[in-house]
């Protein structure tokens, strides 16, 4: 039997880990010894390291679309909608707690592209490019794609300056650049 309140002390924990310290350097006996468990807890509800930070990763990305569908739910309009979500990407990257893309640092950190977490950081890239695509795509512009892949690489890019250099105002730069290329998508 797991114990969902155990498996949740343990990913918390690695989570404040890998944060902090990154996920390599964060070992499964830190882990153990900062939640308090024996190894066989932690392997009876994460049965590797590589499945414990992916299901860190999972959470990440759960916690933040949750985050920004309900952020987007008081817009009807499609065209608000796009316009809201790059605020709300703005608003996200310029929190104090930011601490970058998650499955950017587990790629850096797993660079060979065969590496399960590597794989699975390349799932959720994904999942948010797909996520901006659809929401291009609701607002009927001329080309939700390529939309959706500017956005990404504005926002990614945000990100990225936002963990080297906190408090540059790339987020709002981001969000400046998106708001023009969202506007130049819906003229015909």
Known sequence: MV?????????DVAAMLFESRGINASGVDTIIAETGVAKSTLYRHFPSKDLLIIAFLRNKADIFFDW??????????????LIQLCCLL???????????????IATIEFPD??????????????ELQSFLCVIAEEAKVKDPLSLGLQLTMLFEGASLVERMSPGSGAAARAKNAALIIVKASRQK
């Open 90 to 104: 703005e608003e996200w990257i310029s929190t104090p707690e930011f601490r970058s893309l998650p499955f950017h």
């Open 113 to 126: 592209p065969t590496h399960p977490v590597n794989q699975f950081s390349t799932v959720l890239a994904k």
């Open 68 to 81: 920004l569908k309900s952020g987007l739910v008081t817009h009807e309009k499609p065209n608000d909608k």
């Open 3 to 11: 114990n969902v309140d155990m498996k949740s002390k343990i990913l």
